[in-house]
């Protein structure tokens, strides 16, 4: 294979309603016809897609934003929070009213029994709220903690917990990673083992999370409903994700 192309989930391969385009599938289906080498990069715990993976027959991707890899259904890098630093957080967050989610690749649990940040944040994704347990990031290995709070108030958490990188996905929900973490070092570390060339590596996204990604491929492609910040950086803008912008982006990169 020549070629890999990486691929966001939510507003790149799921539209807004969180559904797959059959124009997608077909895309990647050809891709794959093509000798392309074809992998997710995504914010998102393995869990949170493993149906995705299956019904597109993907098996090698970046999880949690950069910080779980995986090869063939292998694990080739694993780079887990600060779990000292968490409990910190963690605390301070619980003070403040502002609930988290503790997250591992297998599964998820909140801080609090209910919250309707969570609620609202998590059922936007369709996923229901997580069960409580707010002892699950001790002995734990944790890829990403969600925070939930309203906009601006990250900054104080930003400020004082320069061993985290905080980047916001919704109006009420933030994503903890480790400091420096991104997309684009979990896929570097992928190309590194498939031994690509830099100009044949392509990424398609449309959220914040996604700037590091399409800064460090050859070839960065950000979906009409991408934010504004991602369009000015990419090498091309595609149509929306509901207006088959992935065929369309592909097609336009004649890569199917």
Known sequence: M???????????????????????KEGIETLKRNGVFVAIATGRAPFMFESLRKELEIDSFVSFNGQYVVFEGEPIYQNPLNSKKIEEIYQEASDKGHPVVFMNHRTMKSSVKHHNYIERSLGGLKFAHPEHDDQFYVDRDLYQTLLFCEEGQEEYYRETYPEFT????????????PAGGSKAEGIKKMVDRLGFKPEDVYAFGDGLNDLEMLKAVGTGVAMGNAVPELKQLANKVTRDVDDDGIWHGLKELKLI
């Open 166 to 177: 905080f980047i916001r996905w919704h109006p009420f929900s933030v994503d903890i990673l």
């Open 2 to 24: 020549s070629k890999i192309v990486f691929f966001d989930i939510d507003g790149t391969l799921l539209d807004h309603d969180k559904n797959l385009p059959a124009s997608a």
